[in-house]
Antibody
Framework: EVQLVQSGPEVRKPGESLRISCQVSGYTFATSWIGWVRQMPGKGLEWMGLIYPGYSDTRYSPSFQGQVTFSVDKSINTAYLQWSSLKASDTAIYYC??????????????WGQGTVVTVSS | IVLTQSPGTLSLFPGERAALSCRASQSVGSTYVAWYQQKPGQAPRLLIYDVSTRATGIPDRFSGSGSGTDFTLTISRLEPEDFAVYFCQQYGTSRLTFGGGTKVEIK
């Protein structure tokens, strides 16, 4: 069974750093793009960007470029989303999702359960 | 590409037909649209990709259609478990975007 399991909820203060994770199983990690999607409280879905674990190629939405960093550790089939300096406006649920097919653009067929990030002083 | 979903909320009885609209600000092409269902407290679930292909395990009461700038998700007969929020997504350009969502609620 294909699964994406995300790390647990996080509470941080503004200005702090954070890295959340997404561990995959049930398929070859290196061969499918992983996307990150933000959902702010009570709002819709926002595409943050993609990473290809095979060679760590990344594509960032202009809205998130320079604000976050995607990375992977192929040895443990895990993708990461990282902030160096959080803002209160980063409070949201963050989802990782596998992109179906091998093309750089596609639908997300398997989703993680989401990680709730709360940034508050 | 901006995706505009309408209506914002659709109030229907179980057993009725639902038609959800997704309009793009410019052409997406004929293939690059997906639909997702999201229930409270859950992650989105892929229903339809490539405009009209049902994802694995999705019942055939869900269907997708459209091309260019106008796309539709149709639920032929609403089951109790179908009351949820639905999002469209385009992946025809290098910047993927989602629509704002349509909530399908029980009347």
């Amino acid at each position: 069974e294909v699964q994406l399991v995300q790390s647990g909820p996080e509470v941080r203060k503004p200005g702090e750093s954070l890295r959340i994770s997404c561990q995959v199983s049930g398929y070859t990690f290196a061969t499918s793009w992983i996307g990150w999607v933000r959902q702010m409280p009570g709002k819709g879905l926002e595409w943050m960007g993609l990473i290809y674990p095979g060679y760590s190629d990344t594509r960032y939405s202009p809205s998130f470029q320079g604000q976050v960093t995607f990375s992977v550790d192929k040895s443990i089939n895990t993708a990461y989303l990282q902030w160096s300096s959080l803002k209160a406006s980063d409070t949201a649920i963050y989802y990782c999702a596998r992109q179906r097919g091998s093309k750089v653009l596609g639908a997300f067929d398997i989703w993680g359960q989401g990680t709730v990030v709360t940034v508050s002083s | 590409i901006v995706l505009t979903q309408s209506p914002g909320t659709l109030s229907l009885f179980p057993g009725e037909r639902a038609a959800l609209s997704c309009r793009a600000s410019q052409s997406v092409g004929s293939t690059y649209v997906a639909w997702y269902q999201q229930k409270p407290g859950q992650a989105p679930r892929l229903l339809i990709y490539d405009v009209s292909t049902r994802a694995t395990g999705i019942p055939d009461r869900f269907s997708g259609s459209g091309s260019g700038t106008d796309f539709t998700l149709t639920i032929s007969r609403l089951e109790p478990e179908d009351f949820a929020v639905y999002f469209c997504q385009q992946y025809g350009t290098s910047r993927l975007t989602f629509g704002g969502g349509t909530k399908v609620e029980i009347k």
